[in-house]
């Protein structure tokens, strides 16, 4: 069965640090791949995605992701987070018409 | 422009009991997906709807079932309550057939006593 890990599960940081979230999914063809974000009391919305192109996808708010295909990896990052970034991430994968989601990486942002 | 609405927001229900949920999907949307989420969890597929049909299916018992309406709208319905099925069910909208972005609503907070 197709599977999305999401390996931190809870990551806490300092403003102004540099954040790298895994995502790994086990599915050998097509895919598209997303990146959620919950924050505290709001609903699911998407962050980036990727369908095909260009592997290093940037997002809003200064995030970026970068698909890489041998690894079946699609990471996220950010150079500087902020206490706003506080949220919940969410890793997703579309085989077709299904879609998989990782269990999620709660992060906090320590002002 | 509205996103997409559910409703409830919540609900208390029983063991054994049956529900309804309802999910409108953002404008020009023709495509609902249902989706659970328990705490701590990532959602999990249900199915999906497209042409007021079952299009795709996730690894949930018949005890969950769907409608989609011509003007696209959906009802999740889960019949014979568990305890189990006490989450957050999201209704989750996007155009077309192929892999488009999915718009997610608020959620509706099932809670089964």
């Known amino acids: 069965a197709q599977s999305v890990s999401q390996h931190n599960h809870h990551v806490i940081l300092s403003e102004a640090a540099s954040l790298e979230l895994g995502c790994n999914y086990s599915?050998?063809?097509?895919?598209?791949l997303f990146w959620y974000v919950q924050y505290p009391g709001q609903h699911l919305q998407l962050l980036l995605k990727?369908?095909?192109?260009?592997?290093l996808v940037k997002g809003i708010k200064g995030f970026e992701a970068e698909f890489i295909k041998s690894k079946f990896s699609f990471n996220l990052r950010k150079p500087s987070v902020q206490w706003s970034d506080t949220a919940e991430y969410f890793c997703a994968v579309n085989t077709g018409n299904q879609f998989y989601f990782g269990t999620g990486t709660s992060l906090t942002v320590i002002p | 422009d509205a996103g997409v609405t559910q409703s409830p927001t919540h609900l208390i229900k029983t063991r054994g009991q049956q529900v309804t949920l309802r999910c409108s999907p953002k404008s020009g949307h023709d495509t609902v997906s249902w989706y659970q989420q328990a705490l701590g969890q990532g959602p999990q597929f249900i199915f999906q709807y497209y042409e007021e049909e079952e299009r795709q299916r996730g690894n949930f018992p018949d005890r969950f079932s769907g409608h989609q309406f011509p003007n696209y709208s959906s009802e999740l319905n889960v019949n014979a309550l568990l305890l189990g099925d006490s989450a957050l069910y999201l209704c989750?909208?996007?155009?077309?057939?192929?892999?488009?972005?999915?718009?997610f609503g608020p959620g509706t907070r099932l809670l089964v006593l």
């Open positions: 990727y369908f095909s192109g260009d592997p």
């Open positions: 989750a909208s996007s155009l077309g057939t192929v892999q488009e972005t999915q718009y």
């Open positions: 599915y050998g063809g097509t895919v598209n």
